[in-house]
């Protein structure tokens, strides 16, 4: 069992930047595929980006691109998600997924293994 915890959202207002952070207690994450997805009320959670195992590649989907950034850190303790150009359409309670598999399905929920409880992001004008 992996258990995520995410930090770092916050109130920000629109074009400012925050940082989330997310670690797993006792283990890295070198062995697997982490992700960040976003739910805002009344709508479903979504896919915001990823990062590979080996390669490291990173994947982002289009709200997401030239804005945010995903990266592994701290050797592999925490993964990172780095949002700059916050908009409003970015509130959201942004979740930690992680699985074990390089390959299937990114943008989907159901395709992670394990998740965190989630933290608050607040974009203000």
């Known amino acids: 069992q992996v258990q995520l915890v995410e930090s770092g959202g916050g109130l920000v207002q629109a074009g400012g930047s925050l940082r989330l952070s997310c670690a797993a207690a006792?283990?890295?994450?070198?062995?697997?595929?982490m992700a960040w997805f976003r739910q805002a009320p009344g709508k479903a959670r979504e896919f915001v980006a990823a990062?590979?195992?080996?390669?490291?590649?990173?994947y982002y989907t289009e709200a997401a691109k030239g804005r945010f950034k995903i990266s592994r850190e701290n050797a592999e303790v925490t993964v990172v998600l780095q949002m700059d150009s916050l908009k409003l359409e970015d509130t959201a309670v942004y979740y930690c997924?992680?699985?074990?598999?390089?390959?299937?399905?990114?943008?989907?929920?159901?395709?992670?293994?394990?998740w965190g409880q989630g933290t608050q992001v607040t974009v203000s004008s």
């Open positions: 006792g283990r890295t994450f070198g062995n697997y595929f």
């Open positions: 997924a992680a699985r074990t598999s390089d390959y299937g399905a990114i943008l989907s929920p159901g395709a992670y293994d394990y």
């Open positions: 990062i590979g195992r080996n390669n490291g590649r990173a």
